[in-house]
T-cell receptor, first 112, second 111 residues
Framework: DADVTQTPRNRITKTGKRIMLECSQT?????MYWYRQDPGLGLRLIYY???????NKGEISDGYSVSRQAQAKFSLSLESAIPNQTALYFC???????????FGPGTRLTVL | EDQVTQSPEALRLQEGESSSLNCSYT??????LFWYRQDPGKGPEFLFT???AGEEKEKERLKATLTKKESFLHITAPKPEDSATYLC????????????FGQGTTLQVKP
């Protein structure tokens, strides 16, 4: 089984809809991150969490919210999706002991 | 402003033709530089972390090196299975864990 899983893997939704992307990990890592990837722009940080009670905004948090339900689960929500949120979304995890982040397989989101 | 620039954007090689990918960075104090490999439709896969100028890391046909301003990913005698997008990222010493990514180099190795 994969260490970091993301659901759904693909999602098509309409403008104005609320959508949640979920990330689960079995690596036992404390730190979790949400990134989005756009062609030509690389990956950019949306939110990050160092433990269940710690949530921090990244560089592009507007229009997004997150919930850290447990050490192993970190969800990203789009309250009212808009077309420019069409992108690949990746969850990553990290132990506090090293600097390496491990990425999930990604969710391809299309907002029509 | 912290920034990472990768070149070239795309690279086509014949099998066995060695080459290098470049990652230039500007960051106010480097905590670490990371190389990832990304296959189409998949998440980035960790390759290397480099921390100080002069450091080198190797894995199979790949070798990563670091200077004070840039990093190189050398690919020796590549095979078609090395075809992927290679991502470079830096981490500043703020301990937010934030990685600043370059836009990637897409490598295609033809048999």
């Amino acid at each position: 089984d994969a260490d970091v899983t993301q659901t759904p893997r693909n999602r098509i939704t309409k403008t104005g809809k609320r959508i949640m992307l979920e990330c689960s990990q079995t690596k036992g890592h404390d730190r979790m991150y949400w990134y989005r990837q756009d062609p030509g722009l690389g990956l950019r940080l949306i939110y990050y969490s160092f433990d269940v009670k710690d949530i921090n905004k990244g560089e592009i948090s507007d229009g997004y919210s997150v919930s850290r339900q447990a050490q192993a689960k970190f969800s990203l929500s789009l309250e009212s999706a808009i077309p420019n949120q069409t992108a690949l979304y990746f969850c990553a995890t990290q132990t506090g002991l090293t600097d390496t982040q491990y990425f999930g397989p990604g969710t391809r989101l299309t907002v029509l | 402003e912290d920034q990472v620039t990768q070149s070239p954007e795309a690279l086509r090689l014949q099998e066995g033709e060695s080459s290098s990918l470049n990652c230039s960075y500007t960051v106010s104090g480097l905590r670490g530089l990371f190389w990832y490999r990304q296959d189409p439709g998949k998440g980035p896969e960790f390759l290397f972390t480099l921390y100080s100028a002069g450091e080198e890391k190797e894995k199979e046909r790949l070798k990563a090196t670091l200077t004070k301003k840039e990093s190189f990913l050398h690919i020796t005698a590549p095979k078609p299975e090395d075809s992927a997008t290679y991502l470079c990222a830096v981490q500043a010493p703020s301990n937010t864990g934030k990685l600043i990514f370059g836009q990637g180099t897409t490598l295609q190795v033809k048999p």
